[in-house]
């Protein structure tokens, strides 16, 4: 039994922004920490040996980096500012399990910087979240998983 509270699906404009207020109090997350967060991390994971070069395609980074401050801000604050396919981004990158763990490990240590304790913690919750789901998918694009897996099967 999961005994840990749930944040509640905002259901109204008026709703999601008190949810945000409710998590920008408890996080010290804001759209400024999370495109700091965003931008710091890119200077470094384009620079790393394992991942660098699958940032190579981006053209704009600018618009790169708005993007991904969005994504996160949904994401992190509920914001309902993205509004794209993460997955579908991912497909036509030749992603392998080393690539998600290493994304983490530099997305953690830039969090760490950048953000409140808090902060840092709701961040690293969702995005081993995301490089789960996103690994799974990149694992079905390989053809190593089937399309679609039924639970106890």
Not at 124 to 137: C, F, P, T, V
Request: aromatic share 8%; glycine share 6%; proline share 7%.
């Amino acid at each position: 039994m999961n005994t840990e509270p749930s944040i509640p699906f905002p259901e109204n404009a008026e709703r999601r922004a008190a949810i945000t207020r409710d998590i920008q109090a408890a996080t010290g997350l804001d759209e400024a920490v999370l495109e700091r967060l965003v931008r710091q991390f890119y200077e470094t994971a384009r620079r790393d040996a394992t991942i660098g070069y699958l940032f190579d395609g981006v053209a704009d980074w600018e618009k790169h980096i708005a993007k991904i401050a969005a994504f996160w801000s949904s994401v992190a604050l509920l914001t309902g500012r993205y509004h794209g396919q993460p997955l579908a981004a991912h497909y036509p990158l030749p992603l392998e399990p080393h690539h998600f763990a290493r994304w983490l490990i530099l997305f953690e240590a830039t969090a760490r910087q950048v953000c409140s304790p808090a902060g840092a913690d709701l961040l690293m919750e969702k995005a081993h979240r995301i490089a789960h789901s996103l690994e799974i998918g990149a694992a079905v694009v390989r053809g190593e998983l089937p399309r679609r897996v039924r639970p106890g099967t």
